[in-house]
């Protein structure tokens, strides 16, 4: 560690001038863990073992007095700059003497249990980086020599192009129910219907909306990736339909309470007058928010350069996602088992070899739809509320994991399903239950549709988390301050969890396709 402490009292030597000392003196090193105290008791004792050779120049130098002035005077300005900065300026030659103190305060090492979390990693980090890319790259480079090119499109993208243009269509389609939703809530406005029928008719709307493309895609024999398309786009529209009835009822609510002369609290005063208007709609349905609301808080201008960066990112994170998908994960896939009917043993090394490539896909589907694809479109939408995801990796419990990870569903869930059924006197345990009961409906549908097959594999992983919250909640209290629920939550998740699912949609796609063959 760097010596960056200075004596507590110097001494000023007798016969040594002001100006003597101005040219010794030398800014106190302030960070810790720089280089800098080392090198100034250098320069201390180089400063100090050269007086002679100091005085042998005072004729020189008081010659040339008038030319130095001015760089003096720098110097002069300087030092008063740091005073005036806080910044100790002390005399070098009476600095760092054998006789002053070198140790003054107890403390511990960097890497100690009661330290290692209070200081910055970031060089452990870069270390990390340069070591995952050199490993990866050879791993690449030998698989490629070793396998060959097995990146095949087949079953992301279909051959016949025909096939497809029924979910296309329909995904066009999809814009006739908020259009519809818009009509109910202008009736509704103009007081035409009933609270009732305005609820009803919202029901209908979005059951239909939801269903119809399930129609579709299983009607079809679509590409993988096109029914997985559809249905994401599909629930989102959902999603952003059920939060505009919600928000526009609640309005009208507390419009009706400000006309009957209700006193209501500070929270629930609209910001902005009750309005249905197109505009706000159609924002609100390409927004990257599935919270509904007349206005939103927007940036001043388009960052276009920005943009472009963004989308070089996106694409190329795609294409890397996409090799390590084909060249990886489907051979080992393609050479497995069901996990649940072969040789235990085999069926665990198979999930574990496949847990590091899943991963990696996770995170650049993460990276490139959460960062990169939401914050273009905020941008050009200037959107202001960019708080998509929040430092989900550093999740203690998996609670804190669902709360964090997937802010839009997260405020969604919290605004439309969690805090309705506590106003409907439904317990927190309850309420937290229904909400994970219709993120396991959704995860079910996004993936048993576009297989065509109704597993309930996503449904049952979805609804394990619950007791998973209660472990990881009951570890957390029980170990403070640890981050065992973190390694819990990872092996969970990314080492056993995905690559298990994977395994089981897999094979029991492939035997559908044999069954149909």
Known sequence: MAISDAPESVGTATGQTDSDLKLLSLRRRSSANSPGGLFDAEDAARDSGSDESSNNKNFEENKDCKSNHAASGDNNITKDARKERGEEVIDVKYAYRPSVPAHRRIKESPLSSDNIFRQSHAGLFNLCIVVLVAVN????????????????????????SLRDWPLFMCCLSLAIFPLAAFIVERLAQQKCISERVVVLLHLVISSVELSYPVLVILRCDSAFVSGVTLMLFTCIVWLKLVSYAHTNYDMRALAVSNEKGETLPNTLI???????????????MVAPTLCYQTNYPRTPSVRKGWVFRQLVKLIVFTGVMGFIIEQYMNPIVQNSHHPLKGNLLYAIERILKLSVPNVYV???????????????????????????????????????????????????????????????????????????????????????????MFK?????????????????NYLQDKYRNSMVGNMIFWFIFCILGQPMSVLLYYHDLMNRKGEVD
């Not at 309005?275 to 706000?280: E, L, P, Q």
């Not at 050009?380 to 998509?388: A, K, P, S, Y």
């Not at 409907?424 to 994970?436: D, V």
């Open 456 to 472: 309930l594999w996503a449904f049952i992983g979805i609804m394990f988390q619950v007791p998973l919250v209660l472990i990881t």
């Open 270 to 284: 609209l910001e902005h007058p009750y309005t249905v208007t197109i505009r706000s709609l159609a924002y609100f």
């Open 137 to 160: 790259s050879r791993l690449i480079i030998e698989n490629i020599m070793k396998y060959g090119w097995l990146i095949k499109y087949g079953f992301w993208f279909s051959s016949k």
């Open 362 to 452: 996770w995170l650049c589907m993460f990276y490139c739809f959460f960062h990169l694809w939401l914050n273009i479109l905020a941008e050009l939408l200037r959107f202001g509320d960019r708080e998509f995801y929040k430092d989900w990796w550093n999740a203690r419990t998996v609670e804190e994991y669902w709360r964090m990870w997937n802010m839009p569903v997260h405020k969604w869930m919290v605004r439309h399903i969690y805090f309705p059924c506590l106003r409907n006197g439904i317990p927190k345990g309850g309420a937290s239950l229904i909400a994970f009961l219709v993120s396991a409906v959704f995860h079910e549908l996004c993936i048993a549709v576009p297989c065509h």
